[in-house]
């Protein structure tokens, strides 16, 4: 040591102590590690935020998914924390917060105002801050909490819903389309495993071709308790009714089946009618229910059979979620009044083609014959002579024959009751009658064409999906 003094000298030392630009270095060396600090700071915050950015959507999508499921169903508290939490194990699958974030998932639903509200909250650990153990102790915090929530409107209202399908000949090669293109409606109304005592849907299936084969019911709408019926499932339509002192104009409307009470027995004429053995076999009209297996058999026995009276369609497909039709059918079935604000109406109507049939009850008419008498011998003869049952009347296809008018003036009237109707036309021409029959029948906005199979199942599920906006928007 003395002899390093004695080499530099002392003088040089002491400039050495004394020299103030040495305490730069401590200050740069703290400032390197307050940079780093901060850098790392940044980094924990930033992981936070992008965290909670993950459990924001994850929040909103399972909030929207059990909205969806709450707009169709009744669900207890268990479901809705299954539902939730499935959802969020499906949107956050390999996030190092996932099991926390499912520990502290909380909803509330409030039935009043049909909206459900989820949170859920987790933390992060702070690594970079950490600084080999001290950085926590020093500057915490340990880990970053972060939080989020969602509310999300469901449906208060049940809905009923009357599908009504083409089941005619000309159907006979895209029956399997229609098949697909209703299971599908169906399994988004009324998803897989819902209890029947549970959803809030309720779809009737009427098939329709010459009339509409509604199986047990018909004697009951033909007037079978004062001996009308005729035997046939297949029924049709009904006409006004005169009876010398009043007019009753019934045929456009969905005024009950038996509501002509100034004579015991009424009148034939005043009930529903056949006239055609058109009907397909397995086609089968369902009344409303929400059993899926009932819906899904039915659909997948739909069969093609005959021409076309849409009108026979529209006017079932009106009765089935009429109020005045409670007593024909069963009483799970049995439609809510109008007026109930707790329920919204709604029908699809759909065809491929244009209507050719119409019926009308007949009293008399005129037959001729060969006659025989000794004074004139063999003449021809005609006379008038009661036949009272119904006719069928062919006629050519046209936006202004007496079938397609008909069917307009139904769906006029449905859509003056509140219901709102979907129309759809499975097929190319946009002037053809049929068309322009569903675009007419169609509320504003609901009108679909399906020109390939794709198109009509997608059409389908595209008005699934709209109803469930409906009624989950209101």
Known sequence: MQYFRRLIGRPLLTELAGDR??????????????????????????????????????????????????????????????????????????????????????????????????????????????????????????????????????????????????????????????????????????????????????????????????????????????????????????????????????????KPYNYYVKTNPPPQDVFYGGGSNKCSSTSKMIPLTSERDTLLDAIAALDDNGGTAGQTGVVWGWNSISPNYSDVWPLASKPEPYDNDDVLKFAIIMTDGDNNRYYEFVKEQEECDWVYSRRYGWQWTCEMVPINRWLERSEGESYNNNSSKAQRALCQNMKDEGISIFGVYFGSKDTSAGSKNMQSCASPGNYYKATSSDELINAFANIAKKIQQIYVSR
């Open 21 to 254: 630009k040495a305490s730069i270095l401590p200050v740069f060396g703290i400032m390197v590690i307050l940079i780093v600090v901060i850098a790392g700071i940044s980094i924990d915050v930033s992981r936070t935020v992008n965290a909670r950015e993950k459990l924001s959507f994850a929040i909103d999508a399972a909030a929207l998914s059990v909205a969806a499921d709450l707009s169709t169903s009744v669900m207890s508290d268990k479901q809705i924390t299954d539902a939730l939490a499935d959802s969020f194990k499906a949107n956050l699958a390999g996030v190092e917060f996932l099991d926390e974030a499912v520990k502290n998932l909380d909803f509330v639903v409030d039935p009043e105002n049909g909206t459900i509200k989820v949170s859920s909250f987790a933390t992060l650990d702070n690594y970079f801050i950490d600084m080999g153990g001290y950085g926590k102790k020093a500057l915490g915090p340990e880990t970053f909490s972060f939080g989020t929530s969602s509310q999300v409107t469901y449906s208060r209202f049940d809905v009923e819903l009357a599908l009504v399908v083409d089941v005619t000949g000309s159907m006979r090669n895209d029956m399997q389309t229609l098949r697909d293109a209703s299971e599908g409606l169906v399994n988004i109304l009324i998803p897989e495993e819902t209890k029947e005592t549970d959803s809030k849907v309720r779809i009737s299936l009427i098939p329709y071709s010459q009339g509409v084969n509604l199986g047990s019911y018909a004697e009951k709408v033909k007037g079978g308790v004062w001996g009308y019926g005729d035997g046939s499932v297949c029924v049709t339509e009904r006409q006004d009714y005169d009876d010398g002192e009043d007019i009753y104009k019934v045929r456009y409307t969905d």
